[in-house]
């Protein structure tokens, strides 16, 4: 089984904090957040992750090395300039196993991971998005996602009106996925790839009660700081 985690974002909200780190190794509860996420996966056995690096990602690839340290077998792909969740996927294809997981480099949702990607392989999609029902707003993220009757995402749209979910972080992909990017260009999964999905009946939503954490912002990155300390 095998999760890539999207680590190459420029954190522009933490600065200053992200001028001379990366935002997945912004330190979270004494070590850098990304530490986090590499546990929780080694815990529930996903121990083949492809991380996706760009902005200072040398320093990743330095403190983590091969994973051997954590129990896991680390790979990288390294943007040289900022190519969009979709261009930095694409990029990595070579690495890719016909299915598996992703993780946001800056989201905490520790749920069954296996069970999404399971979810996937089980169904007629070619991808699925964990949705949290957002209605308690609790997230301080503006929902996004409007799910169907039969469980199929029907709309996303930031800031939308009429929609209770939130996309939580964790999505399953089918290779399938990987192919509708271009090669060579800045591609954004959400903007550009999610509407194709949605238009095919083929993004499935796979909700969760479990509230996702994020370290966007300083009060997101103080809500985490004060529940992984606990």
Same mark, same amino acid.
């Given at each position: 089984?095998?999760?890539?985690?999207? !680590?190459?974002?420029?954190? #522009? /909200?933490?600065?200053?904090?992200?001028?001379?780190?990366?935002?997945?190794?912004?330190?979270?509860?004494?070590?850098? +957040?990304?530490?986090?996420?590499? /546990?929780?996966?080694?815990?529930?056995?996903?121990?083949?992750?492809?991380?996706?690096?760009?902005?200072?990602?040398?320093?990743?690839?330095?403190? $983590?090395?091969?994973?051997?340290?954590?129990?896991?077998?680390?790979?990288?792909?390294?943007?040289?300039?900022?190519?969009?969740?979709?261009? !930095?996927?694409?990029?990595?294809?070579?690495?890719?196993?016909?299915?598996?997981?992703?993780?946001?480099?800056?989201?905490?949702?520790?749920?069954?991971?296996?069970? =999404? %990607?399971?979810?996937?392989?089980?169904?007629?999609? &070619? &991808?699925?998005?964990?949705?949290?029902?957002? /209605?308690?707003?609790?997230?301080?993220?503006?929902?996004?996602?409007?799910?169907? #009757?039969?469980?199929?995402?029907?709309? +996303?749209?930031?800031?939308?009106?009429?929609?209770? +979910?939130?996309? !939580?972080?964790?999505? !399953? $992909? /089918?290779?399938?996925?990987?192919?509708?990017?271009?090669?060579?260009?800045? =591609?954004?999964?959400?903007?550009?790839? $999610?509407?194709?999905?949605?238009?095919?009946?083929?993004?499935?939503? +796979?909700?969760?009660?479990?509230? $996702?954490?994020?370290?966007?912002?300083?009060?997101?990155?103080?809500?985490?700081?004060? %529940?992984?300390?606990?």
């Amino acid at each position: 089984m095998q999760a890539v985690i999207l !680590a190459g974002g420029l954190g #522009t /909200r933490l600065r200053p904090i992200t001028q001379t780190v990366p935002k997945p190794m912004v330190p979270v509860a004494g070590v850098p +957040y990304l530490e986090h996420q590499l /546990r929780e996966l080694a815990r529930q056995g996903v121990r083949d992750i492809v991380l996706l690096t760009g902005y200072l990602g040398e320093q990743i690839e330095e403190y $983590f090395g091969d994973g051997a340290g954590l129990g896991l077998a680390l790979r990288y792909s390294r943007e040289e300039h900022p190519m969009g969740t979709g261009g !930095a996927l694409r990029l990595a294809a070579g690495l890719l196993d016909k299915s598996f997981l992703i993780i946001y480099g800056d989201s905490y949702l520790p749920i069954d991971y296996p069970d =999404v %990607l399971t979810a996937l392989n089980r169904s007629t999609a &070619a &991808a699925v998005v964990v949705v949290y029902d957002n /209605r308690l707003g609790d997230t301080s993220v503006q929902s996004n996602i409007d799910v169907d #009757t039969h469980g199929f995402v029907a709309r +996303y749209e930031k800031g939308g009106e009429g929609l209770t +979910y939130v996309e !939580a972080g964790v999505l !399953a $992909f /089918r290779q399938e996925v990987v192919d509708l990017i271009t090669p060579g260009r800045v =591609v954004s999964l959400e903007k550009e790839i $999610f509407p194709q999905l949605i238009s095919r009946r083929a993004l499935l939503a +796979y909700p969760t009660q479990q509230r $996702f954490y994020d370290i966007g912002t300083p009060d997101r990155l103080r809500a985490i700081e004060a %529940l992984l300390t606990q």
